[in-house]
């Protein structure tokens, strides 16, 4: 909030007040009499006092001995002077307060420290002003208090991951208690939650041990499907033995076709599958002429 002092004195009413003076200056040298001096420096100070600046984005509140007579503002308006006094001007701008909640236990008894911003705002300056004495500190101690009841009833987990639903359960809770007040809040956002460093380093080999377990299992999959693969190729060959041969020759055939490469191989196989001739002649085609 933008305030401004009773008495602060508008930069038109400076004006009016130079301006009285020098006119009753030229007076006071015409007549040869200190009464114009006297008279312009009357009206001058009673103008200086008498009108009142308020910004556009501002409302000031009359009293008149003591009495709410209305809003002003905003532009330029008159008052008179020791009978009618005014409020601290209220800013109707949208503003931010910073709140956070220090070593604050969560449902599951953890120590937390969480950091919020308030966005709200004054609608109805009138009630801003007549109901409550300082409607900024209200709204920041409001503020923390409805935080730390939250954390209350939330969990570690929840706070972490639900922060924009925790965000809109505050919203909803300032609202209605700065409602009667004439000012909304329009939003609440959790910047950060703070976990001690202890529980951090659990958490994360909590985390690590999780990824391990999953991964293991997965792992475990994949090798069942390999091996359900398998049952199922040996089906295939035991149905059919010259597939299972072409199959040994190709795989003979991958082995040898590289320049240098020994591959060794029992005679009963080579007899069982009739593959000296082949072995012989993918020799020959790989030997330099």
């Known amino acids: 909030m933008t305030k401004i002092e009773i008495g602060q004195i508008s930069g038109i009413g400076r004006s009016l007040f130079v301006i009285c003076l020098l006119a009753g200056a030229v007076v006071t040298a015409t007549i040869h009499h200190p009464a114009g001096i006297i008279a312009g420096a009357v009206v001058g100070i009673y103008f200086l006092f008498a009108i009142k600046v308020v910004q556009q984005w501002e409302k000031v509140a009359v009293l008149r001995l003591g009495r709410y007579v209305g809003l002003r503002g905003p532009g330029i308006f008159h008052i008179f002077p020791i009978v009618e006094t005014l409020s601290a001007y209220v800013d109707q701008r949208v503003r931010v307060a910073s709140v956070s909640a220090e070593s604050t236990l969560t449902r599951d008894t953890v120590p937390v420290n969480v950091d919020a911003i308030v966005f709200w705002l004054v609608w109805n300056a009138e009630k801003s002003i007549l109901e409550v004495e300082n409607f900024i500190d209200a709204i920041n101690m409001s503020a923390q208090t409805a935080l730390r009841e939250s954390i209350g009833r939330h969990e570690l987990a929840q706070m972490i991951t639900e922060r924009e639903s925790m965000g809109r ?52 999959q994949a090798e069942q499907e390999i091996s359900n693969s398998f049952v199922q190729a040996a089906a295939a060959y035991a149905e059919n033995p010259v597939a299972l041969h072409l199959r040994a020759m190709n795989m003979l055939y991958e082995a040898v076709k590289e320049k240098g490469a020994m591959v060794i191989v029992p005679s009963t196989a080579v007899e069982t599958m009739g593959l000296g001739g082949t072995l012989a002649t993918a020799s020959l085609g790989g030997a330099k002429p």
Not at 180 to 192: A, K, L, M, N
């Open 169 to 220: 359960e505050l919203q909803s809770i300032l609202d209605e208690k700065t409602n009667p007040w004439g000012i909304t809040v329009q939003s609440v956002e959790i910047r950060d939650v703070k976990i001690p460093s202890g529980l951090e380093d659990a958490m994360s080999r909590q985390a690590q041990a999780q990824r391990e377990r999953q991964a293991r299992i997965i792992l475990g």
